[in-house]
């Protein structure tokens, strides 16, 4: 009898150590996986959509190099201080994308910890939706101008050969 105790003592002193380990995870609104031609149908879908946000969580030079048109930039690494910025659309669609969808992967389960209910991973990143022959835009800020030391030598030596032939012929 007595060791019918024990026995019954130690299983609830058993499930009580079993208990102490489960950790609950509160769950929220599953983050959606989504193609590129999903992605490009919504974007252009203005009337389905209205306030659609594009995410885009590479780094600047990623973003500057190319980016979905119209996109937003928030690095994944710079996300979770810049929430405030997107909390006005917690409740709006937001396709999040990056290179390949890993780092979009992270930024969509960021958003979803933090109550954003309309999340979108963009399958694939932005390589996918290249390849599926959509547009990007890029960052030129004026600076694609191919200005080469060569280039520069023959319009000096140019100009000063027309203004030595010109000084020449008046006379100065």
Known sequence: MVRKKLIFILIILCSFSVVGQISIVPVRGMVEIISVEDAHEMITNSTLYPDLVILDVRTQG?????????????????????????????????????????RSADASQILDINGFTKVYNMDG????????????????????????????????????????????????
């Open 62 to 102: 990623e973003y500057d190099a190319e980016h979905i048109c119209n996109a937003t930039l928030i690095p994944l690494d710079e996300l979770e201080s810049n929430l405030n910025e997107l909390y006005p659309y917690n409740n709006t669609e937001i396709i999040v994308y990056c290179q390949s969808g890993s």
């Open 125 to 172: 990143g932005i390589s996918a939706w290249k390849s599926a022959g959509y547009d990007v835009c890029t960052n030129d800020n004026g600076q694609g101008i191919d200005f080469s030391l060569t280039s520069f030598i023959m319009v000096l030596f140019g100009t000063m050969g027309i203004l030595l032939i010109y000084y020449k012929k008046h006379r100065f």
